[in-house]
């Protein structure tokens, strides 16, 4: 069984360009949550979807940062217009359920953004 | 104040000697504690998972919990190279939405 896969693993964009990041769960899994680690600093929730939902945004910036998870497809982290703000590991994880007990988070190896 | 406070060291130690890690927490409502290692260019992965308060053996790794104190360790025994890595703690008051450290690097020297 295949872990949690993200492409590209480095990308590198200019100011003002977009940056589409993607993440494949684990066969079976139907969460995705997408983290975000700066230099030096632990990583941070930013979206948790289901397939064709977003369940909590609650850490993304309000402007240039889309999700989505389509019905079919690997689920999308969109950054429009990226500054310099934006270089950081953008890491993918994935889960098989959701309920009130916890259930573990396989996360993928991450894509590392560079913007120039 | 950040909500997960961790040393980032590094850490230095001897082969087969004991790795003491730690973190405290501000916000009361966490009930889900994990330790993931992480490799370097790699992902993160699960390490030790305790609910509440309380110990949790796995092998050579022993995970502690004291929600009275809002601080949380891991213990690795008869440390070997390979555990060389970086060290998150995490913590959860929902069951989704974790809160990580920054990490603690790790370095076992042979």
């Known amino acids: 069984n295949a872990g949690v896969m993200q492409n590209p693993r480095h990308l590198v964009r200019r100011r003002g360009q977009e940056a589409r990041l993607r993440c494949s769960p684990m066969?079976?899994?139907?969460?995705v949550y997408w983290y975000r680690q700066l230099p030096e600093e632990g990583l941070k929730f930013m979206v948790y979807?289901?397939?064709?939902?977003?369940?909590?945004e609650s850490g993304m910036p309000k402007e240039r940062f889309s999700a989505e998870f389509p019905k079919e497809g690997p689920s999308i982290l969109r950054i429009q217009q990226v500054v310099r703000g934006d270089s950081a590991a953008y890491f993918c994880a994935s889960s098989p359920l959701t309920d009130p007990s916890y259930n573990e988070q396989f996360f993928g190896p991450g894509t590392r953004l560079t913007v120039l | 104040q950040k909500e997960v406070e961790q040393d980032p060291g590094p850490l230095s130690v001897p082969e087969g000697a004991i790795v003491s890690l730690n973190c405290t927490y501000s916000?009361?409502?966490?009930?889900?504690f994990m330790w993931y290692r992480q490799y370097s260019r790699k992902g993160p992965e699960l390490l030790m998972y305790t609910y509440s308060s309380g110990n949790k053996e796995d092998g050579r790794f022993t995970a502690q919990v004291d929600k009275s104190s809002k601080y949380i360790s891991l213990f690795i025994r008869d440390s070997q190279p390979s555990d060389s890595a970086t060290y998150l703690c995490?913590?959860?008051?929902?069951?989704?939405?974790?809160?990580f450290g920054a990490g603690t690097t790790v370095t076992v020297r042979a």
């Open positions: 995490a913590m959860s008051a929902s069951d989704y939405k974790l809160s």
């Open positions: 066969k079976g899994h139907s969460h």
């Open positions: 916000n009361s409502a966490f009930q889900y």
């Open positions: 979807l289901q397939k064709e939902n977003i369940i909590d």
